[in-house]
């Protein structure tokens, strides 16, 4: 029945563009409900429910994951433009590039849920912030198709693209000089408590793969800031190309 409610709200939708809005097969929303409760960690600022209302702090101020369960009057091309181009440049930065596969699985997955109904608070960001800080130009603008990548390539995409451990654990870009590619770096805040992402180049594949599944690091810190409640519940096999492509970047 679902899927024949989906089949009518797709064949109802907008002229022929870039991003298809016919959505083939049941194994989509399977994809997409994978990359949302696992290596996207979307929750970690959409709320474990995705009904949104966690608070995510930047360089313009503090905006709030909004609520993702009542998305079903966008078409799949919105939700996977308001993916790639969010509001919130920085919450999302890498997302631009994740392939329209899984971009599209994942908006499908997102049009199926069961609405939960949870005001959130809508960004604030004053005329003259706007217009100083690079608000409008930091968004990235995806023209085109992003393909699916070869298999060989599937480890960087998901550091870079999906899990996007590279935003956290390169630090924060600023305006003077680059930052190292994992190298470390990146503040994160929630009340009083600070937190900057180490670097990941003392880590083995197996070290690694045993701290996304555990949260856990080997001397017995635990994860807070890292999305790791979401990385555990992924495929072995997924972690183990993330920790292996982070491995090789010490060669
Ligand atoms: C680091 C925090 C963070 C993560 C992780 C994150 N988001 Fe967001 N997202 C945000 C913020 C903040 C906004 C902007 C809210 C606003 O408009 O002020 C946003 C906006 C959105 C929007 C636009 C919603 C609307 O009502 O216009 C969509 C769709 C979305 N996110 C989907 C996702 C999906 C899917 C994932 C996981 C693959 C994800 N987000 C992961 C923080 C995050
Ligand atoms: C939202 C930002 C964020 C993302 C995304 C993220 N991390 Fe982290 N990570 C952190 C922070 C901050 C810490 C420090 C401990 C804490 O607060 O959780 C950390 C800790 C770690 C540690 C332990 C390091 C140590 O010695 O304490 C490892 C290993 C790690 N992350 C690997 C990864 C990998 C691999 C990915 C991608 C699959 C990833 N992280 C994604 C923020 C992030």
Redesign the pocket.
């Known amino acids: 029945m679902r899927w024949f409610l989906l089949a009518i709200l797709f064949s109802c939708s907008n002229p022929p563009s870039d991003i298809p809005e016919v959505v083939p097969g049941a194994n989509f929303l399977d994809k997409g409900r994978y990359l949302v409760t696992t290596?996207g960690?979307c929750g970690?600022c959409h709320g474990e429910n995705l009904s949104g209302g966690l608070a995510f702090e930047d360089s313009f101020g503090e905006s709030f994951g909004s609520n993702l369960t009542i998305l079903h009057q966008r078409t799949v091309k919105e939700i996977v433009s308001s993916l790639r181009e969010s509001k919130n440049p920085e919450a999302h930065r890498g997302f631009e590039w994740m392939s329209d596969g899984d971009a599209i699985a994942i908006a499908t997955y997102l049009r199926s849920l069961y609405p939960i109904q949870n005001d959130i608070p809508a960004r604030d960001i004053d005329f003259f912030t706007r217009n100083t800080k690079g608000f409008l130009t930091s968004s990235k603008n995806v023209r085109g198709a992003v393909p699916d990548v070869p298999s060989s390539e599937k480890g960087k995409y998901?550091?870079n693209s999906v899990?996007?451990?590279s935003?956290?654990?390169s630090g924060s870009t600023s305006l003077f000089g680059s930052v190292e590619y994992m190298g470390g770096g990146?503040e994160?805040k929630k009340g009083d408590q600070i937190?900057?992402?180490?670097a990941?180049n003392?880590?083995s594949k197996l070290?690694?793969v045993a701290?996304?599944r555990t949260g856990t690091?080997p001397d017995g810190?635990?994860?807070?800031?890292?999305?790791?409640d979401f990385?555990k519940r992924s495929d072995k096999s997924d972690?183990e190309l993330?920790?292996g492509y982070?491995e090789g970047l010490r060669n």
């Open positions: 290596l960690h970690a998901l550091v899990a996007r451990c935003e956290c654990h990146k994160l937190h900057i992402a180490p990941l003392d880590y070290e690694l701290y996304l690091t810190r635990k994860s807070i800031f890292c999305p790791t990385f972690l993330i920790a982070i």
